[in-house]
């Protein structure tokens, strides 16, 4: 009976009571928790949260921008490769200088500058402490490249290089060429041997291994690893020419038992290992005769004729000239030979 009387209710609204369509609802807490976690909304939320906060975080500067950020990535990408090109042998460099450079670029706002650089390149100087290897290094660093410098410092000195300590695109190995040696490089410039007819007469024995053992491990080094080789011979291959001037097409006059072989007869035998080299094993070598040269880093007691002469002049003593005096060099600053020389001829 109370069930029919219930069942609708406006029959038992008393007249004095408002109609509304809704019955009003009192606003609580736990009405308003317990909508919330309802049929998962509370989930629902949660997801919708976490999808913006990652939108905002990771994808809205690159939607913002446009072409604008694919380019500021594809160029970054080119400047990590190079920076791990350049910190590929000091590795413990690598990351600051990449992170720094990184958010440099970012903060340039994506515009590229015309005429990206080339790539640097890897390079192993043979003899890089020396004289002429020396100056040939502060070139090769100059222009961007990562120098790593071989040396056994028996006429070479650490002073020479001492001004790229350092720079994390130089290194200093102190290593006989006599022995082989593995490293990772682009080219290689093989400059190790004594020059000087006073050094290289010193211990003969050890002049012609360093030209002929020394340039084999050297060339089996470019072969194994691709790299491109620079020899540097000496215009000591012509021995006692008979010509004047000597053309590349001349062949020498050369005497292989005398006290000067172990170095020109050790250099065209580095000339010979080179040519086969190339010819049968595809390795690209260059091959530069040197005449010679004088110029800063030159030791006084270098034996060569312009280092005595200045040296003697320095002291006011008379300058020795050695024989009838009537022989004739080619002499070239240092800078002309490794600008015009070595960096051009190895190109
Ligand atoms: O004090 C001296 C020194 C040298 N000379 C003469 O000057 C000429 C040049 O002699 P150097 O010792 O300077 O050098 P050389 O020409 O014999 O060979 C040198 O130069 C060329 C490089 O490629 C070689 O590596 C190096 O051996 C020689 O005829 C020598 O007898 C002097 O008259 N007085």
């Known amino acids: 009976m109370n069930a029919t009387l219930n069942h609708r209710r406006v029959d038992v609204t008393s007249e004095n009571e408002k109609y509304t369509p809704k019955p009003q609802k009192q606003w609580s807490m736990s009405n308003s928790v317990e909508y919330v976690l309802r049929e998962q909304r509370f989930v629902f939320v949660l997801v919708g949260v976490a999808i913006t906060t990652a939108f905002f975080l990771f994808l809205q500067p690159e939607f913002g921008s446009g072409q604008r950020t694919m380019d500021v990535s594809s160029y970054t990408a080119v400047q990590a490769y190079n ?7 000091t590795r413990t460099f690598e990351t600051a200088p990449y992170k720094s450079h990184r958010s440099a670029i970012v903060s340039l706002g994506g515009k590229i500058p015309l005429g990206l650089p080339r790539k640097p390149l890897r390079i192993v100087v043979t003899g890089g402490a020396g004289f002429v290897g020396s100056h040939l290094v502060d070139r090769l660093i100059e ?21 790229h300590f350092g720079n994390p695109r130089f290194e200093l190995i102190r290593h006989d060429v006599v022995e082989p040696l593995l490293l990772e490089v682009d080219q290689i410039y093989h400059l190790a041997c004594p020059a000087s007819p006073v050094h290289y ?8 291994k360093t030209n002929v053992v020394g340039t084999l491990n050297m060339l089996g080094l470019a072969k194994r690893i691709g790299a491109r080789f620079l020899l540097t011979s000496t215009s000591e291959v012509y021995g006692d020419p008979l010509e004047h001037p000597q053309k590349e097409t001349y062949w020498g006059n050369v005497n292989p038992i005398g006290v000067r072989s172990c170095y020109d007869e050790g250099k065209r035998t580095a000339e010979t290992l080179a040519m086969d080299y190339h ?30 002469f200045v040296a003697q002049a320095l002291r006011k003593e008379p300058m020795t000239v050695y024989g009838d005096g009537k022989q004739t060099r080619s002499f070239q600053f240092v ?11 190895n190109q």
């Open 201 to 208: 007469k010193f211990n003969p024995i050890k002049t012609i």
């Open 143 to 163: 222009r961007g490249d990562s120098v790593i410098v071989v040396d056994n410092f028996f006429t070479g000195r650490k002073e020479n290089v001492q001004h």
């Open 335 to 345: 800078s002309d030979l490794v600008g015009e020389g070595h960096v051009k001829v």
């Open 279 to 308: 010819r049968g094993a595809d390795v690209q070598v260059r091959i530069a005769r040197i005449f010679n040269t004088y110029g800063p880093r030159m030791c006084i007691d270098d034996g060569r004729v312009v280092s005595n």
């Open 83 to 89: 920076f791990d090109e350049s910190y590929q042998t």
